[in-house]
T-cell receptor
């Protein structure tokens, strides 16, 4: 039973490009959460999704960021027109119900 | 709002030394408290947790006790090893699914 799988592990984008981060939850988990870790900071909640539904996106920046968790396939965090300040580690976590998070290894985004 | 404050690092210790990493919190209600560990290049792993006052979480020689009166959840280990070198995060969950994290404390253990 594989854990939470995130890819790519490292992503480099030029300013203005789009970044797509993928997260496959653990088997049987229907809740997905995205967190962002800025340099020298703790993780900050971004968004909570269930299949085909965004439950809470209160931590998402209002512009350029979006997330989805389709009926089939991984959850996607999409950042349009990236800027240097988007450089961070993005972590996905999943749970079966609302307890017991399991985190993935993260995607480290670098904007050049 | 909810917040977690943990001691700033980096912390450097010799092997077999005693470790304490302080963590205090502010939250409404009665949160659950966690310690996560992040090894270089990896994601966060749950190290231990406590869900109510006076509970002691323990794992791999690490311990932390939920102290409601001092709103603290300090992490301790009696004898650290080189393999314990990592970043340690204190976190809380206050009745919702969101975790609130401290900034992390980097621990380096030297032989």
């Amino acid at each position: 039973n594989a854990g939470v799988m995130q890819n790519p592990r490292h992503l480099v984008r030029r300013r203005g490009q789009e970044a797509r981060l993928r997260c496959s939850p653990m088997k049987g988990h229907s809740h997905v959460y995205w967190y962002r870790q800025l340099p020298e900071e703790g993780l900050k909640f971004m968004v909570y999704l269930q299949k085909e539904n965004i439950i809470d996106e209160s931590g998402m920046p209002k512009e350029r960021f979006s997330a989805e968790f389709p009926k089939e396939g991984p959850s996607i965090l999409r950042i349009q027109q990236v800027v240097r300040g988007d450089s961070a580690a993005y972590f996905c976590a999943s749970s079966q119900d609302r307890d017991g998070y399991t985190f993935g290894s993260g995607t480290r985004l670098t904007v050049v | 709002g909810d917040s977690v404050t943990q001691m700033e690092g980096p912390v450097t210790l010799s092997e077999e030394a005693f470790l304490t990493i302080n963590c205090t919190y502010t939250a409404t209600g009665y949160p659950s408290l966690f310690w996560y560990v992040q090894y270089p290049g990896e994601g966060l792993q749950l190290l231990l947790k406590a869900t109510k006052a006076d509970d002691k979480g323990s794992n791999k020689g690490f311990e932390a006790t939920y102290r409601k009166e001092t709103t603290s959840f300090h992490l301790e280990k009696g004898s650290v090893q080189v393999s314990d070198s990592a970043v340690y995060f204190c976190a809380l969950e206050a009745g919702s699914y969101q975790l609130t994290f401290g900034k992390g404390t980097k621990l380096s253990v030297i032989p």
